[in-house]
């Protein structure tokens, strides 16, 4: 199969994944799972580059910085690399175990900042941290959601689409 390094398939659902931030539900955001199918589909500085462009785009536009806002974007560059072991799967369940584990470190490192930032909500101490993630647990389960949902529906378009439209983009399973 020949590498084929524009990819639009691939770049237009990442683009389409752009616009749902700017019209989404803060707590229901596509940038993870945005991030894992950029790692998966993209290749090299595009990859890494679409989540940074992302949030620094529409940022100003959806609440502006923080003291965590490198953490988030230092987090999606983690979902990145984690959605680039998946460059030759389309199997749904290590895509869902990626969307879980992308969740996961995207809970514990925002919310780790949050803790570090934090000047009176949580003391610095390891009680401090505890009620910090304890307080961010219902946020964790809509991250959760929204990962796996929209990861499903990245994932399973790129395949369909790559099946039916734009060939040149499927994906070259290795055998196990």
Known sequence: MEKNSARPLAISLTVLGGLARMAQNLNYAPVGALSLFAGARLRGWQAYALPIVLMAVTDPFLGGYSFATPFVYASFLISVW?????????????????????????????????????THTYAHTPAGLL???????????????????????????????????????RVAVQAA
């Open 82 to 118: 984690i959605g680039s072991r998946l460059r030759s799967t389309e199997n749904p369940a290590w895509i869902g175990a990626a969307a879980l584990a992308g969740s996961a470190q995207f809970f514990l490192i925002t919310n780790f900042a949050v803790w570090l930032g934090s």
């Open 131 to 169: 009620a910090c993630y304890t307080a961010a647990i219902p946020f964790f389960r809509h991250t959760l959601l929204s990962d796996l949902i929209y990861a499903a529906v990245f994932f399973g378009l790129h395949a369909v689409l790559s099946r039916t439209v734009v060939r040149s983009e």
